[in-house]
């Protein structure tokens, strides 16, 4: 492996990335393993180094973790495949209140990643499937519900927005009800 350059790890487009490894030290070479973990943590730099594997050259990234060094295969530029431009006509101006609400819409969906927390259904699932199978029982299939037709999300936040304040306002209407009940009684 030949490291040829450092880098900040957000120079770096994750669309780049490949299958990721875990790198471990011989016991010979743990000191010097250490203090390259260490000084590339320390400066929150990663390393751009080319080496071969799979007979086959790689370009790869390797970046500092709390478990050690994580190695990150890497496509080649050519590799990948260009995306579909974004329509011509696509629009750019969006009022204050648009984007407060798709600002809204983050916020409210915003929480630190756990990884932990998502599991792949279609594989369990499967495994459902095939241990139903071993026991003999019988598996049929699903219907399938009809897909839904795609929805403006600007249109369906508004309206969600609005039922949300038709909902606060007849609650404050009936409290303000309630209270002026109560000073009559008094």
């Not at 743990?30 to 400066?43: C, G, N, R």
């Not at 629009?91 to 409210?108: H, N, P, Y």
């Not at 459902?128 to 795609?150: C, F, M, N, W, Y």
């Amino acid at each position: 492996m030949d490291i040829l350059q450092f880098v900040k790890v957000d120079e770096v487009d994750p669309i780049f990335f490949d299958k990721s490894y875990y790198l471990t030290p011989d016991e010979a070479v743990s000191k010097p393993y250490a203090l390259l973990l260490k000084a590339m943590t320390d400066t929150e730099y990663v390393a751009v180094a080319k080496l071969a594997m799979h007979s086959r050259e790689h370009i790869v990234i390797i970046r500092p973790t709390q478990e050690g060094l994580v190695l990150h295969t890497m496509y080649f530029v050519d590799e990948l495949h260009r995306a579909k431009a974004a329509p011509k006509n696509m629009s750019k101006q969006f009022s204050g209140k648009e984007v407060e609400l798709a600002r809204k819409l983050i916020d409210t969906l915003a929480s630190p990643f756990r990884p932990e927390e998502y599991h792949d259904e279609y594989k369990k699932n499967v495994e459902h499937l095939i241990d139903r199978k071993r026991e003999g029982k019988s598996v049929t299939a699903v219907k399938q519900p009809a897909l839904k037709p795609v929805v403006d999300i600007m249109q369906a936040l508004q309206q969600s927005l609005a039922k949300g304040a038709k909902g606060k306002a007849a609650s404050t209407g009936a409290a303000k009800k309630a209270r002026a009940k109560r000073g009559k009684a008094a």
